[in-house]
C-alpha cells in the first residue's frame, strides 16, 4: 500500500471515529479562530477563552489590528 492510499485510508477512519469534531476555542469568524489557534500554541485553550473576548472587542478584524 502507497502512502496516498494508506493516509487516505486512515482519514476515512478517523472520519468515521470522530465525524464531527468541536473546536473547544472559541471564535465567530476565520480570523478571530485564526487568532485563537495561534494564542492557543503558548497557553491553555481555557486561558485563550478568557481572553479573547475583550480582546476582539477592540480588535476582531486585521483591519482593526492596524487602527
Known amino acids: 500500500m502507497n502512502r496516498k492510499l494508506k493516509s487516505e485510508k486512515i482519514g476515512n477512519i478517523l472520519d468515521e471515529f470522530?465525524?464531527?469534531t468541536p473546536i473547544p476555542l472559541n471564535h465567530y469568524s476565520s480570523y478571530t479562530l485564526l487568532v485563537?489557534?495561534?494564542l492557543?500554541?503558548?497557553t491553555?485553550?481555557?486561558k485563550?477563552?478568557?481572553v479573547t473576548p475583550k480582546l476582539f472587542q477592540v480588535?476582531?478584524?486585521p483591519k482593526k489590528c492596524y487602527l
Open 18 to 20: 470522530y465525524p464531527k
Open 36 to 38: 485563537a489557534v495561534m
Open 40 to 42: 492557543s500554541a503558548q
Open 44 to 46: 491553555t485553550d481555557k
Open 48 to 50: 485563550v477563552n478568557e
Open 59 to 61: 480588535a476582531d478584524t
